[in-house]
C-alpha cells in the first residue's frame, strides 16, 4: 500500500517504518551483547541475595531487571552519539558511525529511554530508584561535556566500578524489598571480583582495538600513552592475578564460588592467549580477540554462578 502524505511529511505506514528502522539501530548502538551481560549482572546480584530474602518477589525482580537494561540502553546509546568521531577512526560498523543513525535521533531516543528507566522503577523499593538515577548520573559523566571521564584511563575505571557495583546492589535490594540485612558474604566476593575483571581487563581489552581513534580523540589511556605492549602486559597480568585470587580467597572463605572462580581463570588464559597476538602493527580484527574473549569470559562467569545456585533455591523459577 502507498503512504500517504500531509503538508509534505510521510505518515501511516513510512513513519512506523522509519521509527522502527530508528528503534532497531539504536538497539545496535546498545550493543546487544552489553546490555545482556548487564540483565546477568542484576540476576547475579539478586539470585546471591536469596539467603538474607524474606520472601522474595519474581515480579518485581524481572521489573528491576527491566529498569536497569533500560538505564544501560540510554547511556550506550548516548556515549555512541560522543564517541561518533573516534569510532570512525577505527572503522566501527555501528549504525551512528556509518551514517544509519542520526544522532539527533539518537540522543531523544537515549533520554526518553532514561526517563523510562525511572518510571520502570515504581513500585520497587526507593533505594532502586536511586540506583537507577546514580546509574545514569555515572554515565552522562563517562559521556557528556564537560566532563567526559572516558578521555582517561582512570576516569574510565571509577565509571565502570561504580556502575558495576550498582548492577549487582541494585539486584540485591529488588529481593531483599528494601529491608535491613546483612549482605551475604558470596555476593560481596562476586561482585568485587567481577566487577575487578570489567575494569582491570576489560578496559585494556578494549583499549588494544581502539588505539587510533582514542588517539585521535585525545583519550589518554594506557595502549595510547605506553604502547598496545604495556596494555596487553596489564590485561594478562591482571586476569591472573584476579581469578587466582578469586579462587583462593573462594576456598580459604567456603564461599560457594570455587566453580564460578574456575571459570573466570579459564577465561583469564583465553585471554592471556589472545593477547599474545595484538600487536599495535596486527590488523583491528586482530587486536578486537582479546576483548571477545574478555565478554566470553563475562557470560560464563555470571552464567555459572547462576546456575550453581539456581538448584539451592527455586524461588525465582
Known sequence: MASTWVS???????????????????AIEARPAVL?????????????????AAAPDP???????????????????????????EDRVNGSRRPIARNDLDPRTATAAAAVTAALSLVATAGLPPAMTWVIAANLVLGYLY??????????????????????????????????????GATPLSLIMFATAATCWMTLVGIPAKDLSDIEGDAAAGRRTIAVIYGARAA?????????????????????????LAETALAMFAGAVAVTLAGRGADAAAAR?????????????????????????????????
Open 232 to 256: 596487553r602486559n596489564v590485561m594478562s597480568a591482571a586476569a591472573l592475578l584476579l581469578a587466582g585470587s578469586f579462587w583462593v580467597a573462594s576456598v580459604a572463605l567456603s564461599a560457594p
Open 143 to 180: 559521556s557528556g561535556a564537560p566532563f567526559r571521564l572516558k578521555r582517561r584511563s582512570g576516569g574510565t575505571v571509577a565509571v565502570l566500578c561504580g556502575s558495576g557495583l550498582l548492577a549487582y546492589w541494585g539486584g540485591f535490594t529488588v529481593v531483599v524489598n528494601g529491608a535491613d
Open 8 to 26: 509534505g511529511r510521510p505518515s501511516g505506514p513510512s513513519a512506523l517504518r522509519r521509527a522502527t528502522r530508528a528503534l532497531r539501530f539504536c
Open 59 to 85: 515480579a518485581k525482580v524481572l521489573q528491576g531487571a527491566a529498569a536497569w537494561v533500560l538505564s544501560i540502553f540510554a547511556i550506550y546509546v548516548g556515549n555512541g552519539v560522543s564517541d561518533v568521531h
Open 285 to 317: 580484527r586482530r587486536r578486537r580477540r582479546p576483548y571477545r574473549a574478555f565478554m566470553a569470559t563475562q557470560y560464563v562467569v555470571h552464567i555459572t554462578v547462576l546456575s550453581s545456585n539456581i538448584g539451592k533455591d527455586m524461588l525465582l523459577l
Open 36 to 52: 545482556a551481560v548487564s540483565m546477568l549482572r542484576f540476576l547475579a546480584g539478586a539470585m546471591l541475595a536469596l539467603p538474607v
